[in-house]
C-alpha cells in the first residue's frame, strides 16, 4: 500500500489547520513534518510548539523528519509531543542505536533518514530495527528543489535489500517529487512519497491529491 504524506513545509503557515484538514477530507493518513534547526540545514523552519499544536489538530499520523544536529537532545520531547514517526537522520549524530531504541521503547515509528551524497549501505547495520528508512531526493533545508536522480539507484537497491532479508521497512522519499516523476520513485520500490509544493503551492489542493492517489493504484 502506498501512501502519500504531504509535506506542510510548503502550506501556508497561517491557515495551517484548514490545510490540514484538507488533507483528512482526502483520506490521507500521514502528514510530513519538517523541522529544522539551522546547524544540520541552512534553514529554520518550525519546532515544538508548532507540532504541539498540529497534534492537538488532528489525529493523522505525525510523520515527522528532525533535521538537525544531535537529534538524541530532544528524543524525549519529541515522543511526548505525540510524534508518531520520527525520522533522524544518520549524519546528525553517533548515537544512533541510543535514539533508536528510546524511540521504539515508546512504540512509536523511528526512521533513518540519508541525505543524497550518503551511501545507502552506511544503514545497513541498523535496518533490522526500523520502520523506515527516508531517503532525501534533495539536499535538505528547502522545499520546491530540483529531484536528484542519483536517489533512484539508492531505493532500488535498498527494496531488494528489504525483501531479501524478509524486512518491513518501509521506504520514504523527499524531495522535488511531482506528478511527472513519481512514477519512476515508485518503480524503484519506494512506498511512503513526501509531497511538498506540489500540493500546498496549488490551488486546487484535493484534485492534484486525487491524481496522485490514482498514480499509487497501479502499484
Ligand atoms: C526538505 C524537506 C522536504 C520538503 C519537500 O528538506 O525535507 O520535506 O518539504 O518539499 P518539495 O516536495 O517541495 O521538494
Ligand atoms: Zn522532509
Redesign the pocket.
Known amino acids: 500500500m502506498i501512501k502519500l504524506s504531504p ?1 506542510i ?2 502550506a501556508n503557515f497561517v491557515r495551517l489547520e484548514e490545510e490540514i484538514k484538507i488533507l483528512e477530507r482526502e483520506g490521507i493518513e500521514y502528514v ?1 513534518i ?1 523541522v529544522m534547526d539551522g546547524m544540520f ?1 541552512p534553514n529554520i523552519s518550525i519546532g515544538m510548539p508548532v507540532i504541539k499544536s498540529i497534534r492537538k489538530a488532528t489525529n493523522m499520523v505525525l510523520d515527522t ?1 528532525f ?1 538537525i544536529v544531535e537529534p538524541e537532545r530532544y528524543i524525549d520531547e519529541f515522543i511526548s509531543l505525540g510524534c508518531d514517526i520520527i525520522n533522524f537522520h544518520f549524519e546528525a549524530t553517533k548515537k544512533h542505536m541510543e535514539i533508536i531504541e528510546k524511540i521504539k521503547k515508546a512504540n512509536k515509528k523511528v526512521g533513518m533518514t540519508i541525505k543524497p551524497n550518503t551511501d545507502y549501505k552506511e544503514i545497513l547495520p541498523f535496518i533490522k530495527h526500523l520502520d523506515l528508512v527516508l531517503v532525501m531526493s ?1 539536499e ?6 530540483s529531484f536528484m536522480e542519483n536517489s533512484l539507484e539508492k531505493i532500488s537497491a535498498l527494496r531488494k535489500y528489504i525483501n531479501e532479508n524478509n524486512l518491513t521497512c518501509d521506504i520514504e522519499v ?4 511531482k506528478l511527472d516523476n513519481v512514477n519512476k520513485v515508485l518503480e524503484a520500490g519506494a512506498n511512503v512519497i ?5 500540493i500546498f503551492e496549488k490551488e486546487d489542493k484535493s484534485t492534484i491529491i486525487k491524481q496522485y492517489n490514482e498514480i499509487f493504484k497501479n502499484f
Request: negative net charge.
Open positions: 509535506s513545509l510548503s510530513h519538517d540545514v523528519h533535521m534533495v535538505p533545508g528547502f522545499g520546491g528543489q523527499d524531495g522535488g517529487i513526501v509531497v511538498g509544493s506540489d
